[in-house]
């Protein structure tokens, strides 16, 4: 047991239970994608494909590249230590028959050698040590470092790839990338010197035994191709087993994370009984799927330890019959059996490396599919004017569909022109893909035909960096970082106090941000303060508004705005010269009033376009839009009121308690066990309002022309 | 145009009883952790002998082995092929009987350790969801995750191994040590005086290697928090070009990841090689002092030699020791957390647990609020003496700004809390003393996100009434006047709507969430509105269900809306935690309180349309 004991302290370094790192493999891995994106040498392990041993062997060739000095000096370290380890067992004899033997049967203790003696065994201790740290620190440097350089490269590949990429991976999914993949990853590397520092050992004792007595030696050598043959059975019957484990694992997880995210809805109907049977279910599923991949871990251990025991038995027994046939000595059977019981040591570390060669692959695998995706968004040479005032906006019959619906798209063919320093206001139902147009004008997607242009260069054409500088887009869903106010509006350009404080009065902010308790240095987030859902749309705003875009897009970011907080930043942004034109995504007939013009889409195309008052006088669908919310009052009151539309305060669900808010702040981890789960906590935080759009415009796109029709059926 | 007074503008967040780590000595902890998942120590006995006879195994193998050489090899006269034949045979025997006890003991142990384990992320699990709202809302849904996932995990590895290395080493420390006492008390207590630096400074060594473990598993968090920001984050990113600064923070704490990494394994590598260093030092002074010794006469060169044998018996346990008890110490602080999850109690306690509910007289509910006072632990009042009576079939809208107590009054209604002070009556009964279940049958809540689990929209419906058929379901839509709409949808009833319901829009998770408690049939309804803006179609698809939902019911709810407001039978208005006005709409308006205030304020944004 104890043997076994050692491979569990060796993959229990990061503080973490190796198997909370189990994750399934996720299918996109399937398909293995050439290196075209190897702008480190990290990508250069290859995907893993059909044999998983040489991609295991590649993904530690990986390793050892990248920290050859560490990683030699760890092996030296082991070789060290495993000389030490039989060093130990000679100073002690050596003591015995030098020291211990004659003193005794002289009756009397030369002081000198047992100096000698004791000093001896002192130092080889002594010596073992320094193996200790070289096997196990070092070991941990490379494996420690390795992380990190893939967890950097990892988190180049997030920032550089398209937001199309990042829509079609779950954020769980990439946080597990970056976390459980790359632990796993390398985690054959944690006994890999160890094993090479031992494989000295073995090579001495091979050679050893050859210059014994070849025929017997190499009863001693079939024990190699016997271990592998074990490990192959092995391999093949677990891993299946294994990875069906981490994938109910990761359904436990997805329950329990889902219920508790309802728990509102589970206690008030009472539900408790029905969602603990529930998640019941698939915790029994992974007890008996860990139980059956624990029954091939049961038969694999114990056999890989028989090996060499049974090797020294035919060693004795061949021996036997080679002694009376006078082919052997006796003294070289006997010394031979020996060599074999100390190659059981060394076969046992191969056994670790091997064993945990599959789930490295798998996570490296994951990992290199980041690393070598490819991404289509690409960045020209055409820069702008930045201090030209407010920029020109061409749309060239832009049209868009989303990878999940290709034969839907939801934008087919948007031709405007909005000339400088303009308000516009998009109108339209759910679904005529307003926030799309808006998120396509930021380039967070690429139109999948016609143009944007601004200022007459197409947005594809502009080098990186230029369009940020020159557009600012507010999404209806904020996401504010874990840092200070100011570090949040100002999100790394250099302003003074003065602007930032001008873009927070603005956005109606400066006041509850001076009422902080560290104004403008105060902290957001989980280990900061607590700020409403309005009150993060507004400092949204501001960081829009302190860069002074030349075009400013609104998507509908003040919907958790009490109602006249709404209406001062809307009277603010129409008094001061922004120096912008202003694309404004509008629900609510407010916002409308606040644009010079409004832009009015119906089934992806613009269905008309003019002042608000000639849209409702002239275009039905407009009409019946704009004014369908007091009908629907109308309807429940019967009182002809038109403010039917506005909320009565900013309150998010259900919550007076600041402790509500944490739901949406942003994810933050203290605690290591929410590695895998902190990734679910997206559902709960702050989402990305495209992919939050993305979701409802795809799903409601079919609905769209249906819902008009039936809207006019209801009204009329 | 004048700006109404922003609501109070930080929330201080009030000091919520947050899930704690059970405390007590690891021996405590230990204990009760095995009391909770008793699958643990089921057969245990059996598993022992098993490990005793794959260790004792061990030891055969080279006996038989050196039985064969002396006997078979160096047999007088030359080598005796039977007897090497006979002394393999038993040895392949004990090489076999090896495996199998070794095999059948690791069975038992997955078995045992993961039936217990389930144990006890089912009870943790269940634990959570008898925890009140302000339990669950004080932590991190993440947070939550987790005592049912990685910390029953990392009990996963002491339990599979860990446990019984400790329990052998420990047996086989004190085995080795009478056998060497019975050689020589001397050079016993020689080798323990090594040993005991090591044992003493063992709490401390062990103490800084959780502390710097912490720091790994807190830089780890972090690192995550960073990696998530950045693509949670992404589209702002993208849109404001700030991906250097990102790559810098995320880098930086990778960074700091590693460091902790290699700070924490120093100090694991450290505390093993003391081990060793002691175990040098033992050997040394058994030599030098056993010549000593054995010089003096007081020892024999036999026991000597012996003696050097035991001091490794002693040793290896130790040294295994030390690797288990890291092992240990994790295992526990994962019991500490879902132990402590266990015995938080539930601060609203289900009355018919302790067999002490009362019935909920039948009918519509009438409510009644007597001088009820609510505030946060450790948070001033929230809600202060409220008294009001809501008569059966009422519909009443409750108005009021962002921290007026409205939210409260809600959460008081149905129970999701306990008033500080007062009481809230339900048809005369006090809702404390009426049991979860009749009360989650009679008073049904509709929140304001209308959250929907993953599943079908009949799965999700039959969340108000579990033994609806997908017929039933149809037909409650269409009661509610929604019958076109899931006409509309591809699969009708059948239709997945996604992780929390998000393949619907947000307005259709409303709908769905009105069928729900439309088909649960309660007496009281309480309802939150929504304040996002969904498409007209959908409004008054909303408008209409909710007609038909109201019909018959004590209805409350918050509003958002003027129209609710305006609909309603009756307006209860708070503010700053006191009900401060109530009366038909009409009535309330003229007054020229804070609801005809509030009315002028949305009368404004009307106007400015």
């Avoid at chain 1, 380039?443 to 960096?465: C, F, Q």
Wanted: aromatic share 6%; glycine share 10%; with cysteine.
């Amino acid at each position: 047991m104890p043997s076994r004991r050692r491979r569990r302290a060796e993959t229990a370094q990061t503080g973490r239970s190796p198997a909370t790192a189990a994750r399934p493999p996720a299918p996109r891995t399937a398909g293995a994608q050439p290196d075209t994106h190897s702008d480190t040498d990290l990508a250069a392990g290859g995907a893993p494909g059909r044999a998983p041993f040489r991609q295991g062997l590649r993904v530690l060739g990986v390793a050892i590249r990248g920290e050859p000095r560490v990683f030699a000096a760890a092996v030296t370290g082991s070789a060290l230590y495993g000389i030490m380890t039989v060093g130990s067992a000679w100073a002690i004899g050596w003591a015995t028959n030098h020291v211990v033997l004659p003193d005794l049967r002289r009756g009397s203790a030369p002081g000198r050698g047992l100096a000698v003696a004791g000093l001896l065994i002192v130092a080889v201790a002594l010596a073992k040590v320094v193996g200790i740290f070289g096997r196990r620190l070092l070991a941990g440097v490379v494996v420690f470092r390795m992380q990190a350089r893939i967890r950097r490269a990892i988190s180049a590949a997030y920032l550089r790839l398209p937001l199309s990429w990042h829509q079609r991976h779950p954020t769980g999914q990439l946080l597990s990338n970056a976390n459980s993949d790359v632990e796993m990853a390398f985690q054959p590397m944690n006994p890999l010197p160890m094993t090479l520092g031992v494989i000295v050992m073995l090579l001495m004792a091979v050679v050893d035994m050859f210059l014994t007595d070849t025929v017997l030696a190499l009863v001693g050598a079939l024990l190699f191709p016997a271990v592998i043959a074990l490990n192959t059975v092995y391999t093949r019957y677990a891993g299946p087993r294994f990875a069906r484990a981490q994938e109910l694992r990761a359904h436990v997880a997805e329950v329990a994370h889902e219920s508790f995210d309802g728990a509102l809805v589970v206690k008030t109907l009472g539900r408790e009984d029905f969602e603990t049977e529930r998640f019941a279910a698939r915790t029994r599923a992974l007890r008996d799927a860990n139980i059956r991949a624990g029954r091939a871990r049961s038969l694999f251990d114990p056999m890989l330890e028989a090996v060499p025991n049974l090797g020294v038995l035919a060693v004795l027994l061949l021996g036997a019959t080679r002694v009376a046939q006078g082919a052997s000595r006796p003294g070289d059977v006997v010394s031979i059996a020996y060599l074999i019981t100390l190659l059981a040591f060394p076969i046992r570390a191969i056994g670790w490396v091997l064993g945990d060669l599959p789930r490295g692959v798998v996570g490296y695998g994951r990992v290199h599919a980041v690393l070598s995706a490819e991404h289509s968004s690409d960045y020209g040479h055409g820069k702008l004017s930045h201090d030209a005032g407010p920029a020109t906006l061409d749309l060239d019959a832009v049209r868009f569909a989303y990878d999940s619906a290709p034969e839907l798209p939801v934008l087919r063919g948007v031709s405007a022109r909005i000339e400088p320093g303009r308000t516009v206001a998009l109108v339209g139902a759910t679904g005529s893909g307003k926030s799309t147009l808006a998120t396509l004008l930021a380039r967070l997607a690429d139109p999948t035909g016609g143009a944007i242009r601004l200022d007459g260069t197409d947005l594809r054409e502009l080098a990186r960096g230029e369009v940020p500088r020159a557009v600012a887009l507010v999404a209806q869903q904020t996401f504010l970082f874990g840092e200070s106010v100011r570090a949040n509006v100002a999100l790394g350009e250099q302003r003074t106090e003065a602007e930032i404080r001008a873009a927070l009065r603005i956005a109606q902010a400066e006041r509850f941000v001076d009422a902080l308790p560290d104004g403008l240095d105060s902290v957001i987030g989980e280990r900061g303060t607590t700020l409403s859902g309005g009150q993060r749309q507004r400092l949204a705003l501001a960081r829009a508004l302190v860069r002074n875009p030349r075009l400013l897009v609104l998507d509908d970011c003040t919907s958790a705005v009490d109602p006249s907080v709404e209406a001062a930043i809307l009277s603010g942004l129409k008094q001061n010269a922004l120096g912008a034109t202003v694309v404004v995504v509008a629900y609510r007939k407010a916002t409308v009033a606040l644009a010079d013009e409004v832009l009015y889409l119906d089934g992806g195309v613009i269905a008309d376009r003019g002042t608000h008052e000639e849209l409702l006088a002239r275009s039905a669908g407009y009409r019946e839009l704009i004014t369908a919310y007091a009908r629907a009052a109308e309807d429940a009151a019967a009182a002809d009121d038109r403010a039917a539309d506005s909320a009565v305060a900013e309150d998010p669900a259900l919550g007076d308690s600041a402790a509500e808010d944490r739901a949406v702040g942003e994810p933050a981890l203290e605690d290591p066990a929410l590695g895998d789960s902190a990734a679910e906590d997206r559902a709960v935080g702050d989402r990305p309002a495209t992919e939050d759009e993305a979701a409802a415009e795809t799903a409601a796109a079919c609905e769209d022309l249906a819902a008009t029709e039936d809207l006019e059926g209801a009204v009329a | 145009m004048t700006i109404t007074a922003d609501p109070p503008a930080i929330r201080t967040a009030p000091e919520i009883p947050l899930v704690r780590e059970a405390t007590g000595s690891p021996l405590l902890i230990v204990r009760k952790g095995l009391r909770l998942s008793p699958e643990f120590t089921r057969g245990i006995g059996v598993t022992m002998l098993l490990a005793f006879i794959a260790t004792v195994g061990r030891i055969v193998i080279p006996v038989a082995v050196q039985q064969a050489v002396d006997h078979g090899f160096d047999a007088p006269g030359g080598v005796d092929t039977g007897e090497v034949r006979v002394m393999a045979a038993l040895a392949a025997l004990a090489v076999a009987a090896t495996m199998l006890a070794a095999y059948t003991m690791n069975r038992r142990l997955y078995q045992a350790s993961e039936s217990g384990l389930a144990t006890l992320r089912i009870k943790a699990f269940r634990h959570v969801h008898e925890l009140s709202v302000l339990h669950q809302q004080a932590e991190q849904r993440g947070a939550l995750v987790s005592r049912v996932t990685s910390d029953v995990d990392t009990i996963t590895n002491f339990i599979q191994e860990g446990g019984l290395v400790l329990f052998v080493s420990v047996a086989q420390m004190f085995l080795a040590t009478a056998v060497m006492a019975a050689y020589s008390w001397q050079l016993t207590l020689l080798v323990w005086s090594c040993f005991l630096p090591l044992f003493a400074a063992m709490r401390v060594l062990q103490r800084r290697t959780g502390a710097r473990y912490n720091t790994v598993r807190q830089s780890i968090g972090r690192m995550l928090g960073a990696f998530s920001e950045s693509l949670v984050g992404a589209p702002v990113v993208r849109a404001y070009g700030v991906e250097e600064r990102t790559g810098r923070r995320i880098n930086e704490a990778v960074d700091a990841t590693r460091a902790a990494q290699v700070r924490a394994q120093a100090l694991t590598v450290s505390t093993f090689s003391a081990g060793e260093i002691a175990a040098g030092l033992a050997n040394a002074g058994v030599v030098v002092v056993g010549v000593v010794l054995g010089v003096g006469g007081h020892l024999t060169a036999g026991r000597l030699i012996g003696m050097l044998f035991l001091v490794s018996l002693f040793i290896t346990p130790v040294q295994w020791g030390v690797e288990v008890l890291n092992e240990a110490q994790n295992a526990i602080s994962g019991w500490r957390r879902v132990i402590g999850l266990l015995e938080s109690v539930p601060d609203v306690p289900d009355p018919a647990s302790r067999g002490r509910a009362e019935a909920l007289p039948q009918g519509p509910v009438r409510v009644e609020f007597q001088q009820v006072a609510f505030a946060y632990p450790g948070g001033p009042p929230v809600l202060r003496d409220i008294n009001v009576l809501i008569s059966p079939r009422a519909r009443v809208a409750v108005v009021g700004e962002t921290g007026s107590g409205k939210t409260t009054f809600a959460k008081l209604l149905t129970r999701l809390m306990d008033p500080t002070r007062g009481r809230v009556l339900a048809n005369g009964v006090e809702l404390r003393r009426v049991g979860f279940d009749e009360l989650r049958r009679r008073v049904v809540m509709v929140p304001q996100d209308g959250f929907l689990f993953d599943g079908t929209i009949a799965d999700n419906v039959r969340y108000g009434a579990e033994d609806a058929t997908d017929a039933a379901v149809s037909a409650a839509f269409g009661r509610l006047g929604l019958g076109d709409w899931l006409s509309g949808l591809p699969d009708g009833v059948r239709t997945r709507v996604g992780q929390r319901g998000e393949s619907l829009s947000a307005g259709e998770r409303q709908l769905v969430a009105l069928a729900r408690a439309y088909i649960a049939d309660p007496d009281l309804l309480l309802l939150d509105e929504a304040t996002s803006a969904v498409d007209p179609a959908t409004e008054l698809r909303i408008q209409r269900a909710l007609d038909e939902l109201t019909r018959g019911r004590t209805t409350v709810v918050i509003a958002h809306r003027l129209s609710t407001a305006q609909a309603a039978d009756e307006v209860l208005v708070f503010d700053a935690g006191e009900l401060v006005e109530r009366g038909p709409h009409g009535t309330l308006v003229n007054q020229g309180g804070v609801y005809a205030r509030l009315h002028a304020s949305w009368a404004r944004q009307a106007q400015a349309a």
